[in-house]
């Protein structure tokens, strides 16, 4: 008798967990050894297949940080045709072929992701960068074949272009790192010359590298302004809410900088950095006192932060001169990988972003004279504070407070919340006390200040007034109580030496003898015990 056939259905095997892959290639080092297990690794196509889409557009992200680009394209287009409807991925694509410089790659990419994404989508993508357009038309290549001596001269003469123009201390720079799994980065200093092969390991991805601005003599031959979103834009989401105003304002930003430096005789460089913003280089033929650069600067772009809300400006250099520990600011070198996001770093003035544009900018500038960058500085300060009419009362009756809002930092925030009669925290209170308190007419201005304030109490203020021991507040114990202790360089500098402290700031000031805990007065100690008993009857 016959056995009756039975047909097993096939079962597909297990779905593999590549987690634990997916997490070592993540903190792959960046080095040659690393660069190695992750080239080796994504070329496994069937370990794709077990990744989401996340996971796939996060290994192509990984590879552009390694320099291996053309495994990040393949790990894009295996992704379009897996998951077509991802939009990330097509945008992705597209961005990292136009930093390749390939066009013709990249219209096809355009034309096949139109089947898949509505083009009302597609069209408001506009340029990858809100300041030069994604995909430009391609036109003929008139390129011809260079012999290879002939390219070999081309690529030292642009070798040398770049570090004139981006030149900072002789004898070190830094290396960047990044921990994917902490979401840290920061950078590690090279203590030897920056040399042209560097540049070169730069520029190709292999390696991302910075340079510290100040040299020995605390001079630079380069000023930067350095400019970031906001925290609060940071998030992708947030960012997408405010596409319209952080395209607009990159716009101004750029083309206001742009067309101030002209005007004051600079060469500008403006770059999308590859983070979070963008840097504005100011090359100059011989190096300045960084201070010069840093008022230059300030000078240049004057108010111009007042008038955006998406970005905040920033100068480097930050300090005026070396204070001996460590090799002070530094600024990642143009035309790399931020290591932090994996993308590349391009000049926004080029034609495009492929490699022989780049460069084709740079050989057509020259580094400013420095007597520009001077003059700026010296006008800054000849420059008196322009004062809002209707704070020239204030400011004249008031000279002190004027001057120590204009050229302190952190007493300026202060006091611009008390004038908009902001509540104050125990540790601005503190600050105010402590440091104005101590002026000659130290009395008058914090009861002009206080009584701002919703809950001024003119007994209880001339009580905390009388107690007033000790020095002035110095800056390193205001940047602690501020939070703000984790710089070890002090933004103010000052002529004199010794204790820093915000009043040295002031015109004319002259250093004071601390207050020492002597009563002099018996009467003036009764008062003040009186007015301490009624505060805490009150209280009670």
């Known amino acids: 008798m ?23 290639i993540g903190k792959a080092a960046f080095d040659e050894a690393g660069r190695s297990f992750v080239e080796k690794t994504l070329s496994i196509e069937i370990f794709w297949q077990s990744c989401t889409e996340d996971e796939i557009l996060g290994l192509a992200v990984i590879a552009q940080q390694h320099g291996l680009f053309d495994r990040s394209a393949a790990i894009l287009s295996w992704l379009h045709r897996e998951h077509p409807q991802c939009v990330e991925g097509w945008r992705a694509h597209l961005e990292l072929l136009e930093t390749l410089g390939k066009k013709p790659e990249a219209v096809q990419i355009l034309a096949q992701a139109r089947r898949y994404i509505p083009a009302g989508e597609i069209e408001q993508w506009g340029g990858i960068s809100p300041l030069q357009p994604a995909i430009p038309p391609d036109g003929e290549n008139n390129d011809r074949i260079l012999e290879p001596f002939v390219k070999l001269r081309q690529q030292e003469d642009e070798l040398r272009v770049f570090m004139q123009l981006f030149r900072g201390r002789e004898e070190a720079f830094a290396r960047q790192w990044a921990d994917q799994e902490e979401g840290k980065q920061g950078y590690v200093p090279v203590q030897r010359p920056l040399l042209a092969e560097d540049v070169r390991e730069h520029i190709q991805g292999k390696r991302t590298y910075g340079i510290y601005l100040l040299t020995r003599e605390s001079k630079v031959w380069t000023g930067v302004i350095d400019v970031d979103l906001v925290s609060a834009l940071r998030d992708r989401s947030a960012a997408e809410k405010e596409k319209a105003t952080i395209r607009r304002e990159s716009v101004y930003l750029y083309n206001r900088i742009m067309e101030l430096a002209t005007k004051a005789g600079l060469t500008c460089i403006g770059e999308v950095s590859g983070g979070k913003g963008f840097h504005f280089w100011f090359p100059v033929a011989q190096p300045v006192d960084a201070m010069d650069m840093r008022n ?52 926004v003035c080029a034609k495009g972003r492929a490699e022989a544009d780049q460069f084709a900018l740079l050989r057509s500038l020259q580094p400013a004279p420095a007597e520009k960058i001077t003059a700026l500085a010296e006008l800054l300060q000849r420059a008196n504070v322009v004062v809002h009419p209707r704070m020239a009362a204030w400011a004249s009756e008031y000279p002190e407070l004027a001057e120590l809002e204009s050229k302190c930092a952190m007493l300026g925030q202060i006091i611009a919340m008390v004038r908009a009669a902001r509540a104050l925290s125990v540790r601005e ?15 008058l201005l914090l009861h002009h200040l206080y009584s701002r304030l919703p ?20 800056c390193k114990r205001i940047h602690t109580l501020l939070d703000r202790e984790g710089s070890a360089q002090l933004p103010c500098t000052f002529n004199t030496t010794g204790y820093p402290h915000p009043l040295l700031h002031l015109t004319g000031y002259e250093e004071q003898p601390a207050v020492q805990e ?11 015990l009186k007015t301490a008993i009624v505060q ?3 209280f009670l």
């Not at 097993?8 to 997490?23: A, F, G, N």
């Not at 970005?311 to 600024?331: A, Y």
Request: charged share 25%; aromatic share 6%; proline share 6%.
């Open 296 to 347: 230059g600067l300030k000078g240049l772009i004057g108010k111009l932060g007042d008038d955006i809300r998406c970005f905040s400006l920033e100068i480097f250099p930050k300090q005026d001169r070396l204070t001996g520990k460590g090799f002070g600011n530094l600024v990642k070198l143009p035309m790399g990988i931020h290591r932090g996001t994996g993308k590349k770093s391009y000049l």
């Open 429 to 443: 209170e503190k600050i105010l006390l402590g440091t104005i308190g101590h002026l000659p007419r130290g009395g």
């Open 455 to 474: 809950e001024y109490n003119r007994p209880l203020l001339d009580f905390r007034i009388s107690k007033l021991r000790g020095t002035v507040l110095g």
């Open 518 to 528: 002597k009563v002099v007065n018996l009467q003036d100690a009764l008062l003040s």
């Open 2 to 24: 016959a056995q009756p056939l039975v047909v097993k259905e096939s079962s597909s095997p297990p779905k593999q967990d590549y987690s634990l892959l997916l997490d070592r």
């Open 536 to 538: 805490v009857e009150r």
